[in-house]
């Protein structure tokens, strides 16, 4: 179906991008062969850097006229294997487009390159008192970002990426770059391609510019940890929560074995129960001081045994701090194991049933999986560590009953993740016909298939 990359190909990508952002080395090759996920390594055989928008359209025009297949790559933080080159071809990798092109710093809004980390942006951001709020944990880039639709623990109060673009310049397969969407926060003029091209996982185009919303950054923050006596009183205390009026900017839920992790390693201040950690902003102190009277009311009557509320900047951002780490902290706590991270999203509600729905499974099967979730969106990540074969096989047998419950609860397979290889299977269950129609988009933008193949759509064998 696709052609390899001969030494003409190399020849015409030298011409398109200078000779130092082209290599066929190993090295660049393997680095670029796999991201955090478990899915396997496949090389791809040559690697490209563009350095300007013009370059990725010329790239996307000769792999489309010479049937070659074409996977963008932002810092390969993705864990769905997103960005694994399946049918090797290009790999075009994002690491040398991270300008920042304009702050609008009146309109709260930015535009960059792609492949600029949000923590590097945010972190420039900071002098205009502003900040880009998707929160992945990783220093993922902008672009990796929006085609992943990358959400994480602000989510639950600023929305996931596709709420936080207004606007993006997209290279097509056939060489042509468009423009989507406008800098207008209200926008009705058209079909809203912007947001097809967010959440397409580099099949539908190649981002080559973005411009984001951006928010005040706020005034007054709080960090609050409370301890559950049951998983299940955890759970219903963040439906409560988000229930209550509050606007928490982050509600997340941590289980006991989370807890005595970060404890242990991070030097957190955390009983070994299961957790939930919140975090409110608030234009005046008076109005972050009434919530937080607010919160505990309702941590105490769901029975909480612990509840710690701090303003203390260096304790926020250490608790934070241990969050975003408890993945690596995990991994790094299991070193004899591999972890399968699972993603599911449900409406909040229904949280509560299929956190139920996962305990009944441990102990039915039991396997070991730690749980950690975006629980203010509904949204929970079943951590499997797994020592050989049989044990991936147990855990994807788990993992495929837990997305079925979530798709029977009204959910989906992947909240924040993407399809990337292993949610595909699950795209006919949860989408239906509509599938189909997402195919002729698909052929469409991209007839012969090059953009980023073998991702989103069910596989031989996926
Ligand atoms: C420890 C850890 C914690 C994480 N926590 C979260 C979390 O809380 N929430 C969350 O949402 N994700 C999380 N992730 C997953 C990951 O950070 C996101 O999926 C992120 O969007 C990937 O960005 P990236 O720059 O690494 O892109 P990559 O992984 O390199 O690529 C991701 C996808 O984007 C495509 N792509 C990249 N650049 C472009 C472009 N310019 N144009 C078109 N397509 C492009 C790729 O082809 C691929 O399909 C976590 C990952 C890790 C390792």
Request: aromatic fraction near 6%; charge should be negative; proline fraction near 5%.
């Amino acid at each position: 179906m696709f052609n390899l990359v001969t030494a003409e190909i190399i020849n015409r990508l030298t011409e398109i991008l200078g000779v130092s952002s082209v290599s066929t080395a190993h090295a660049d090759i393997d680095l670029h062969a796999k991201d955090q996920s478990q899915h396997h390594a496949v090389p791809a055989e040559v690697v490209v850097w563009p350095t300007a928008a013009q370059q990725v359209a010329d790239v996307l025009k000769l792999a489309n006229e010479n049937r070659i297949p074409v996977t963008p790559w932002g810092v390969g933080t993705g864990l769905e294997g997103n960005s694994i080159p399946l049918h090797g071809g290009i790999l075009m990798s994002f690491e040398r487009m991270t300008n920042i092109i304009a702050v609008h710093a009146d309109d709260f809004q930015v535009t960059v390159e792609p492949g600029i980390g949000h923590k590097d942006l945010n972190a420039q951001l900071a002098r205009h008192g502003l900040f880009f709020p998707p929160d992945p944990g990783a220093n993922a880039t902008v672009g990796g970002m929006l085609a992943n639709n990358a959400a994480g623990i602000r989510t639950v109060k600023y929305g996931a990426s596709k709420d936080n673009v207004l606007r993006m310049q997209v290279a097509l397969a056939d060489g042509r770059l468009i423009n989507v969407g406008s800098r207008s926060v209200k926008q009705s003029a058209g079909y809203d391609l912007l947001h097809l091209f967010v959440g397409s996982e580099g099949t539908l185009g190649v981002i080559t510019q973005a411009t984001l919303k951006l928010v005040p950054v706020p005034t007054f923050m709080s960090a609050v940890v409370a301890g559950f006596p049951s998983v299940n009183a955890a759970v219903e205390t963040v439906v409560a929560v988000r229930g209550s009026g509050l606007d928490p900017a982050a509600l997340e839920f941590i289980d006991a074995a989370h807890c005595r992790m970060l404890s242990t390693t991070e030097g957190v201040d955390l009983a070994e129960n299961p957790t939930i950690f919140m975090e409110f902003h608030a234009a005046q102190e008076s109005t972050l001081a009434a919530g937080l009277e607010i919160v505990e009311e309702i941590c105490t009557e769901m029975g909480a045994l612990t509840f710690h509320a701090t303003t203390d900047i260096a304790e926020r951002k250490r608790l934070w701090h241990a969050r975003h780490h408890s993945y690596e902290i995990m991994v790094r706590s299991h070193p004899d194991k591999k972890f399968f991270i699972n993603d599911v999203a449900v409406p909040i509600s229904a949280y509560p049933e299929l956190i139920a729905y996962v305990e009944a499974l441990k102990a039915e099967h039991g396997i070991t999986a730690y749980m950690i979730g975006h629980a203010g969106d509904g949204n929970i990540h079943v951590e499997f560590p797994y020592a050989d074969d049989a044990g991936y096989q147990k855990a994807m047998e788990i993992n495929g009953l837990i997305v079925l419950k979530a798709l029977e609860l009204g959910g989906t397979c992947t909240g924040e993740h993407g399809v990337g290889i292993g949610k595909a299977k699950y795209l006919p269950a949860e989408h239906g016909e509509a599938l189909d129609v997402m195919r002729s988009i698909k052929q469409t933008l991209d007839p012969n298939g090059i953009l980023n193949p073998g991702k989103i759509f069910p596989q031989n064998g996926h």
